[in-house]
C-alpha cells in the first residue's frame, strides 16, 4: 500500500506534464488521456524497480512506445494529407500557434516524436537516440529533415531553428 | 534559434484548455492492480504446469531410485515471486511449500449454473454493469461512478453510512483448486456452493482497505462476478479516507449471484440506456452525478 501511495502522488505529480508530451504526439486531448493513462498502468506494473531511478524518464519512454505501436496498430483518428496548409497572410501570433499544431500533424510519427522530445522536452540529441533506439546520427538528420519539413508548412522561415550541425 | 521553438511550443500549449486529470491517479491504481492480478495469475498458471512437469520429471527416478521431489517443487515455486499476496507461495511450510493456484481460469464452466434470461442480448459494457449494479443495491444515495473496463464503481450512502463498492465480470471460471489452497496469514479464503450449483469464493484481507471482502461468483458459461466492499473510499490524492462498508456480505452476494450479469453480453436495452445514462462517465474520470434509490 505504501509503494501505491508513492506511484499515486508520482501520477499527481506528473499526470499534467506526461498528458501534454501526449498531447503534442497525437494532437487530441482525449487520446492524449488514454495514452497517459495506459503509460501509467504500465509503469506501475514496473513501480518498484523503477521509482528510484528516473521514473519520468521512464514514464516517457513508455509513453513513445505506447503512442508509437498506437500508431502501428490502431488507425488513428488523425488524416495525414499530402495537401500543405495554406500559408498565413500574416504572421499572427495566433495563426502561428494554430499553424504549429497542424504542421506538426503532417509530419511522420517518429519526426513528430523527435521534434517533440527535443523542442517540447528540452532533451538532448543524445538522450533522444537513446529513447527511441536510435543512432544519434539517425536523429540529428531526422531532426534536420523535421525542421526543413515544418519550416515549409509554416511558411516561416525564421520561426525555425537552422538545422543542428 | 531553438528558444523560438521552444516558445513556440509553450505559446500553443499554453492557449489550450486541458483536460482535468482528477481521479486519474485512482483510476490508474485500479486498472494497475488488475493488470497485475491478471499477469500474476499467469505466471502462477506457468509455474503450476512447470511445477507439474517438474513432479513428472522426477516421479520416475523417486519411483526408481527412491528420493524426494519436494526441494524441487519449492524452487520452482519461490522462483516465481508472485507481487500479489493472494498468489504468493503458499506459506505450508519449508520444501513443501507450493505455489497457490490462481482464483480464475481461461476455460469456461461446464454448466451454466445462473443462466440469464431470455432476451435480446448486446455486448457487456461499463455502462451496464454500473447501471445493473445500481439496480440491485439497497436503498441509499449513490455516486462517484467511475468505470473500469470490466467492471464499475460507485459509493453508496446507506444505512451503514457512506461506503465504495467495486464490481467486476470476468470471463472465465474461478480455479477450484484456489478453494483448497492455503493462503498467507493476512487472508482467508472460502468456498462454498449454491443451490443452482454456481461456486462462491470469499476473500477477505486484513491489509486492504480497497478489497478487504470480495465475493467472487462462478455464473457458468465464462462468467464471474466479483464484488469488492472497502473499507475506505477512493484515493483523494493523500490517502483513501476510512469508510464503512457499505453492504453485507450476504448482500454482496446476493447481487454478484443475480442472473442478468453476463461478461459477454447483458440485455441489450440496458446496455443501450446505460449508454445514454452515463455518457458524462468517462472511464477515466468520476462523475459528480448522483443518483438516489428507496
Not at chain 1, 139 to 159: I, N, T, W
Not at chain 2, 216 to 229: A, E, L, M, S
Not at chain 2, 259 to 265: E, F, H, I, K, Y
Not at chain 2, 276 to 294: K, M
Request: with cysteine; glycine share 6%.
Amino acid at each position: 500500500m505504501r509503494d501505491d501511495g508513492e506511484f499515486a502522488a508520482f501520477v499527481e505529480r506528473s499526470g499534467s506534464r506526461l498528458c501534454e508530451t501526449a498531447f503534442w504526439l497525437c494532437r487530441d486531448w482525449s487520446l492524449a488521456q488514454d495514452l497517459t493513462q495506459t503509460t501509467f498502468i504500465k509503469v506501475y506494473l514496473a513501480w518498484r524497480r523503477i521509482k528510484h531511478d528516473d521514473p519520468y524518464r521512464y514514464c516517457q519512454q513508455v509513453l513513445l512506445r505506447t503512442y508509437l505501436d498506437h500508431k502501428r496498430l490502431k488507425s488513428s483518428a488523425e488524416v495525414q494529407t499530402d495537401v500543405v496548409p495554406d500559408r498565413p497572410a500574416a504572421a499572427d501570433a495566433t495563426e502561428l500557434r494554430i499553424t504549429l499544431l497542424d504542421a506538426l500533424g503532417h509530419l511522420s510519427p517518429r519526426d513528430r516524436a523527435i521534434i517533440v522530445l527535443r523542442y517540447w522536452e528540452d532533451h538532448s540529441v543524445q538522450t533522444v537516440a537513446e529513447m527511441l533506439g536510435l543512432s544519434p546520427g539517425v536523429v540529428k538528420m531526422q531532426s534536420m529533415r523535421a525542421l526543413a519539413s515544418l519550416r515549409v508548412l509554416l511558411g516561416e522561415d525564421e520561426a525555425l531553428p537552422a538545422p543542428p550541425a | 534559434m531553438d528558444d523560438r521553438v521552444h516558445s513556440m511550443f509553450r505559446n500553443e500549449m499554453s492557449s489550450q484548455s486541458r483536460p482535468s486529470l482528477d481521479g486519474m491517479a485512482q483510476e490508474v491504481l485500479a486498472k494497475g492492480r488488475r493488470a497485475r492480478r491478471a499477469r500474476t495469475a499467469k505466471i502462477a498458471s506457468t509455474v503450476l504446469v512447470a511445477a507439474g512437469l517438474v513432479g513428472v520429471a522426477v516421479a520416475v527416478p523417486t519411483i526408481a531410485g527412491g528420493h524426494s521431489v519436494a526441494t524441487d517443487r519449492s524452487a520452482v515455486a519461490k522462483s516465481a515471486s508472485p507481487a500479489r499476496p493472494d498468489m504468493q507461495t503458499a506459506p505450508t511450510g519449508g520444501a513443501k511449500a507450493v505455489p497457490a493456484p490462481a482464483i480464475l481460469t481461461d476455460a469456461s464452466s461446464p454448466a451454466s449454473y445462473i443462466p440469464q434470461p431470455a432476451g435480446p442480448k448486446a455486448p457487456t459494457s461499463s455502462a451496464a454493469i454500473l447501471d445493473e449494479l445500481l439496480k440491485l443495491l439497497p436503498p441509499g444515495a449513490t455516486s462517484n461512478y467511475a468505470f473500469y473496463g470490466d467492471g464499475a464503481q460507485t459509493y453508496l450512502d446507506g444505512a451503514s453510512g457512506l461506503g465504495m463498492i467495486r464490481i467486476f465480470l470476468f470471463k472465465g471460471s474461478l480455479n477450484p483448486g484456489a478453494c483448497t489452497s492455503a493462503v498467507p496469514s493476512d487472508m482467508t479464503r472460502t468456498c462454498s456452493t449454491l443451490p443452482s450449483g454456481a461456486t462462491v469464493l470469499t476473500t477477505r484481507i486484513s491489509d486492504n482497505c480497497v478489497e478487504p471482502l470480495a465475493i467472487d461468483v462462478d455464473h457458468g458459461d465464462g462468467t464471474v462476478v466479483q464484488i469488492d466492499v472497502a473499507t475506505c473510499l477512493a484515493w483523494n490524492g493523500q490517502s483513501n479516507p476510512p469508510a464503512p462498508m457499505a453492504i453485507t456480505a450476504a448482500q454482496a452476494l446476493q447481487i454478484a449471484s443475480n442472473p442478468a450479469w453476463g461478461a459477454a453480453q447483458m440485455d441489450a436495452a440496458l446496455v443501450t440506456a446505460s449508454a445514454r445514462r452515463f455518457a458524462g462517465v468517462p472511464g477515466s474520470q468520476h462523475s459528480s452525478a448522483t443518483s438516489t434509490r428507496g
